[in-house]
């Protein structure tokens, strides 16, 4: 069975600093999909980037950004530029390419941004 | 933006109680899902629905639980006999089309309370 582990429960980062969370998983399928969500204090989970596992770049959106390491199954998130509004849980997520689409989640990582 | 809605936020109910749970999923989506997060937990895969049939469930999803589409917007959980161990936020999401990674997209959640 795929897991997904976020070994950092906690990170803080000054406002304009770079973070980066880590994820690990463990799966023996060669075609999946890994996810970023958000989970503010609202609740709501948003998503905030994705990587195809046969993609060989890393995906980037606009401050956001994965290093994606497939052979040591690991998948960071890098937060550049960091703003109040980054403070969150943040998800790391796991869905397999075939006969499934349910996303599996890490434990998360709360992430504190000081100004 | 459309949005995946949930009622009620906040649901407080006797053990042994019946519980429904509603989302109204975005308008054109096809697959739908309910996951739930226990207090401090991780994110947790319960049910996948699509074309009025569950295409996945979880160990979770035992007996107790049920899902139906009983009209063209709405989508629901229900919980038959609530336990105490059902406290906790259920979220539900969908995509437009599977098969390809398409995002998730997440509601505000429920936050059911079992007394």
């Known amino acids: 069975a795929q897991t997904v582990t976020q070994s950092q429960p906690e990170m803080s980062v000054q406002e304009a600093e770079t973070v980066t969370l880590s994820c690990t998983y463990d799966t023996s399928e060669s075609d999946y999909y890994l996810f970023w969500y958000k989970q503010p204090p609202s609740r709501q989970m948003i998503l905030v980037i994705r990587?195809?596992?046969?993609?060989?770049q890393n995906a980037t959106e606009n401050r956001f950004s994965v290093n994606f390491q497939k052979a040591a199954k690991s998948f960071s998130l890098k937060i550049s530029d960091s703003q109040l509004g980054d403070a969150a849980m943040y998800f790391c997520?796991?869905?397999?390419?075939?006969?499934?689409?349910?996303?599996?989640f890490g434990t998360g990582t709360r992430l504190q941004v000081f100004p | 933006e459309p949005e995946v809605t949930q009622t009620p936020s906040h649901q407080v109910t006797q053990m042994g109680q019946e519980v429904i749970l509603r989302c109204v999923p975005i308008?054109?989506?096809?697959?739908f899902y309910w996951y739930r997060q226990i207090l401090g937990q991780k994110v947790e895969f319960l049910v996948s629905?699509?074309?009025?049939?569950?295409?996945?469930k979880s160990e979770i999803f035992d007996d107790q639980f049920s899902v139906e589409r009983p009209d063209g917007s709405n989508f629901t959980l229900k919980i038959r006999s609530t336990k105490l161990e059902d406290s906790a936020m259920y979220f539900c999401a969908s995509i437009p089309t599977s098969g390809i990674a398409d995002t998730q997209y997440f509601g505000p959640g429920t936050r059911l309370t079992v007394l």
């Open positions: 997520a796991y869905r397999g390419y075939y006969n499934t689409d349910k996303l599996i």
């Open positions: 308008s054109n989506h096809l697959y």
């Open positions: 990587q195809e596992a046969y993609k060989q």
């Open positions: 629905f699509y074309n009025n049939e569950i295409s996945e």
